[in-house]
C-alpha cells in the first residue's frame, strides 16, 4: 500500500482537498461541493448550512479559493474567480428562501454587500 494511499484512507479530509484542488487546477475538470441547504438540530430547530462567518475553531476541509462550485437544492453557483462580494451574492441566491434575507442583512452589516455594484 503507498503512502499516499494510507494518508488517504487515515484523513479523510486530505482527500477531498485534493480532489478538489486536482479538479480545479485540471482543465476542463467541475469540482462540485453539494450540501443540503439546511439542518434540523437536535431540538427540532432549523438552521442554514450556509452562514456569513464559521465559529471560532471551525475546521475549514477546503479553502475558499480553491472551491469551484457549490450545490444545493436551490441551485448550484460558479465561485471560481469571484470577489466576496460575488461570493457573498452567489452563496446567498442558493441558500434556503427562509435564510436569504438574514444573510443579507449579515452581509451587509460586514460591508461585503453593496445594494449597488461599484
Known sequence: MTYERVLNILCPTKRKFLSIFGVFNSRGGKGIIALSSTFTDKDGNVHSRIVPTLRPGSIVTVPRSCVPYIATEFGITQLKGKSTWQHAEAL?????????????????????????AY
Open 92 to 116: 446567498i441566491s442558493i441558500a434556503n428562501p427562509l435564510f436569504r434575507d438574514e444573510l443579507t442583512k449579515k452581509a451587509r452589516e460586514m460591508k461585503i454587500w453593496f445594494d449597488q
